[in-house]
């Protein structure tokens, strides 16, 4: 029989970084079902909801960002990231893992920095092609790197980098629900069109002023909608639309969990650019507008963007002009088949499967070679 694994993973902030985590312990388990998972994460943010629910058991650790306008706020960070250091410590003694996960995000710098001091071997995973701070500090630690782009070599040591690709929840891809079931369990008619609107996990602001803009246009487009605001914009959107009447084909929510069944209903989607989201749009092969964030570090998502743009897998809107554009734009793109079927192929061209499997393997190895 097996030896029973013990493997934290940590990180998180965004679903950009929790989701492949989450597929990572799924694949996991999968291989080593006796295996114990334990996730450690920053408290109050989005880890500590999603991971629970997809049935892991998670710690938090008080740690947030610098605050880069109010210094005098980063002395209570220092305290913050001093204490986590030590609860990290503890969790790591106690649940005594034989490898660690880190997805990158706060959490995974003083969890997976305790893990390397005590000798844990480390595999990080950096989902974007632009590194993210975290996953750079902890680069010259790790044992293994697992990238989703080519030339991560200016980040990252050449030869512990693996191109992996970015693990997609399996639920996901391996949805069972039909198109038709699929739009009907969002309330809407499987006879018409479907647009899905995300803005990443968290929702995005240009995107809902783009669709805020143009509720006439919506309303007589023929076509129907499943809008994701975001859980911060929620409410307020909510609010603006009570001054409209009402719209059955636009179907608003905060968050959607199953992803799987959007994708299905949905025959062209607008979203941000992150880089979860684009592994997942080739994986289903899913025609998709991409807006990229403006406010992320080094303009990465435009690069994420730009990598498909050039192979004609995907339309690209600039978020300055998207809300001009963005819905008018997806309207007549839905309507046009042949346009749907080319972006369909081209992207479907460039999907990496099985990267939570491969990663799973590297784990394994490293949690079973020092035993
Ligand atoms: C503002 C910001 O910091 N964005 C970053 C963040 O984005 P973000 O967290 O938005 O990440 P991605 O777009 O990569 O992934 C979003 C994930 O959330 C899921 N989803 C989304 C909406 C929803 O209602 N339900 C749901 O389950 C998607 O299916 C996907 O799995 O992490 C990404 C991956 O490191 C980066 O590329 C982004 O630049």
């Known amino acids: 029989m097996d030896e029973e694994l013990r493997i934290i993973i940590s990180g998180g902030g965004t679903g950009g ?3 492949p985590a989450i597929s990572i312990a799924n694949a996991i388990k999968g291989k080593r079902p006796g295996t114990k998972i334990l996730f450690v994460g920053a408290e109050g943010r989005m880890e500590m909801q999603r991971v629970p629910a997809a049935g892991y058991e998670i710690k938090g650790l008080p740690i947030c960002g610098f605050d880069r306008k109010n210094m005098l706020k980063n002395i209570l960070v220092l305290y913050r990231i001093w204490k986590s250091q030590l609860i990290a410590k503890n969790i790591i003694r106690k649940f005594r893992p034989m490898a660690a996960v880190g997805v990158g995000g706060y959490a995974s ?8 001091a005590m000798g844990i071997p480390c595999l990080i995973q950096e989902q974007n092609s632009y590194a993210g701070v975290t996953n750079k500090l902890l680069a010259k630690k790790a ?7 080519e030339g991560m070599e200016r980040f990252f040591p050449a030869e512990k980098i693996i191109m992996t ?3 997609v929840r399996q639920a996901l891809l391996e ?17 018409k069109k479907t647009i899905l609107i995300v803005g990443g996990s968290l929702g995005a602001r240009t995107v809902n002023e783009s669709v805020m803009q143009h509720l006439d246009l919506i309303e007589t487009s023929g076509v129907q909608f499943i809008w994701q605001t975001g859980k911060y914009y929620h409410n307020e959107i909510k609010e603006r639309l009570k001054s409209h009447k009402d719209m059955p084909m636009l179907k608003v929510t905060d968050f959607i969990s199953d992803m799987g069944a959007a994708y299905t209903a949905a025959d062209l989607v607008i979203s941000r650019a992150g880089a979860s989201s684009i ?4 994986l289903i092969g899913k025609p998709v507008i991409l807006v990229p964030s403006p406010n992320v570090a080094e303009d990465h998502q435009t690069k994420n963007v730009m990598a498909l743009v050039n192979k004609d897998a995907a339309l690209y809107v600039k978020d300055a002009e998207a809300a001009d554009v963005v819905i008018k734009l997806a309207i007549d793109t839905v309507k046009n088949e042949d346009k749907l079927k080319s972006l369909s192929t081209n992207i479907k061209k460039l999907a990496l499967p099985d990267s939570a499997d491969i990663i799973a393997d590297e784990v394994i190895k490293m ?3 020092r035993h």
């Open 17 to 19: 970084h929790i989701f």
């Open 279 to 282: 592994s997942e749009f080739c």
């Open 143 to 149: 044992t293994k790197i697992c990238v989703a782009y």
């Open 367 to 369: 949690a079973t070679a």
């Open 109 to 116: 710098g003083p969890t997976l920095n305790k893990c390397a």
């Open 165 to 167: 690709g970015n693990p």
């Open 175 to 191: 949805t069972t629900t039909n198109k038709e079931d699929a739009i009907k369990s969002f309330g809407l008619d499987p006879s």
